[in-house]
């Protein structure tokens, strides 16, 4: 059933969320710490468990993958409801920081991601056809 | 008529959003493909026009949250919130390949630790360049390059005055911008093809909104690995941010 794909993703999203405020709590910090990370673990974890023991059934992929093909439309609505009056008010000072601070990392992301050996790769393609969408 | 129409969109938020996202979605698609050929993604064009409709919102009602102030998209703030974002962030896990995203674990933590501290020297030096030279304020501004929570939450931490706070989630707001519109015109640059080089960027770029929207719009499958680096990076600076880096920016200027 496609709800248990949807209860699997939702009992990860509050466990996670819980987490990272409790380990916000612990090390004394007013905010949440990696909640959304401890659940995207989870979620992993949990389906590599449940296809080993073979009770991952299409439909219950499919309670996810819904969730995940609607990311990017999600995305636009979060950049529907941000704040950008304000950021624009900030003047110079905002943007020139806002700027260096982006230039700078994107050039150390360069530096970073040409380093190293990367033997990291998408899977092949029949892996994603619930989660991924044709280009729109 | 019109009043009856108002109603059931008014009563019917999130689905109204659906619906909205649904034609702006469609439309950025047909933009993508008539004006620009394909070369600017489609998801890409989609967010830019969210984020001008986002000041337009501003601009007329006054508010802080674009176009979900006005009341008949009040869903736009349901379907674009921490909520639901966060439960579509989680559902990319699944397309996460676990191997892969070890290879890339020890990386992804040092670009994380880079990605805070490097935002916040150059946000403070500038601050400093422009008269905020006071550690409080340098912090402040500095931890608002990190992410816009990071800043206001810093400046709350160690006493900094209202204008110095708001110029710092401005400064956040503004890097989440440029990240948005800017990474997948810099992707070349970036070498952001692989789940190493997305969790690279997860950890410097900073910015659960911004990563997972620049990701979006470059190329879907990258989403999942960024955002699993990025979305440590506001407990992080969070964590450092009023300790650390406030105590050495305090040692340094005095």
Not at chain 1, 90 to 102: H, R, T
Not at chain 1, 120 to 130: G, I, M, N
Not at chain 2, 56 to 76: C, H, R
Not at chain 2, 127 to 134: I, N, T
Request: proline share 3%.
């Amino acid at each position: 059933m496609i709800i248990y794909g949807t209860a699997l993703l939702a009992f990860c999203h509050l466990t996670g969320l819980f987490l990272g405020d409790l380990l916000g709590a612990l090390i004394g910090v007013k905010s949440n710490v990696g909640g959304v990370g401890i659940a995207m673990l989870m979620l992993i974890v949990l389906k590599i468990y449940l296809e080993k023991k073979g009770v991952m059934p299409k439909e219950t992929e499919a309670g996810v993958g819904f969730w995940g093909a609607m990311y990017i439309p999600v995305v636009v609505a979060m950049a529907a409801n941000q704040n950008v009056v304000a950021a624009l008010k900030g003047g110079p000072v905002a943007l020139l920081s806002a700027l260096g601070a982006a230039l700078t990392c994107a050039c150390v992301i360069a530096l970073l991601s040409r380093s190293g050996r990367d033997t990291t790769a998408f899977p092949p393609v029949h892996h994603q056809e619930f989660t991924q969408e044709q280009d729109i | 008529m019109l009043e009856m129409l108002n109603k059931v969109l008014l009563h019917n938020g999130l689905v109204t959003a659906f619906a909205l996202v649904g034609v702006t979605m469609w439309l950025s698609g047909v933009l993508s493909r008539r004006l620009t050929f394909g070369h600017v993604h489609g998801s890409a064009i989609a967010i830019m026009i969210g984020l001008a409709l986002a000041y337009v919102g501003g601009a007329i009602t006054g508010g802080e949250k674009g176009l979900a102030d006005f009341p008949l998209l009040g869903g736009i703030g349901l379907m674009g919130g921490a909520m639901l974002r966060d439960f579509a962030i989680v559902a990319t896990a699944f397309e996460v390949q676990a191997t892969e995203a070890r290879k890339a674990g020890l990386i992804g933590v040092l670009s994380l630790l880079l990605g805070t501290v490097i935002p916040f020297i150059v946000g403070a030096l500038i601050a400093r360049a422009f008269g905020y030279s006071d550690a409080v304020s340098m912090t402040t501004i500095g931890a608002g390059a990190v992410t816009y929570i990071v800043g206001p939450v810093t400046g709350a931490a160690i006493g900094a005055s209202s204008d110095v706070m708001a110029l710092s989630i401005a400064t956040g707001l503004i890097k989440a911008i440029i990240v948005m519109v800017g990474t997948p015109f810099a992707k070349g640059f970036l070498g952001l093809k692989t789940p190493r080089s997305a969790m690279i960027f997860g950890g410097l770029a900073g910015t659960v909104s911004g990563v997972s929207a620049g990701l979006a719009a470059t190329d879907r499958r990258l989403v999942p690995y960024g955002a699993l680096v990025a979305t440590f990076h506001t407990g992080i600076g969070c964590l450092l941010g009023p300790s650390v880096l406030f105590l050495a920016t305090k040692a340094i200027v005095g």
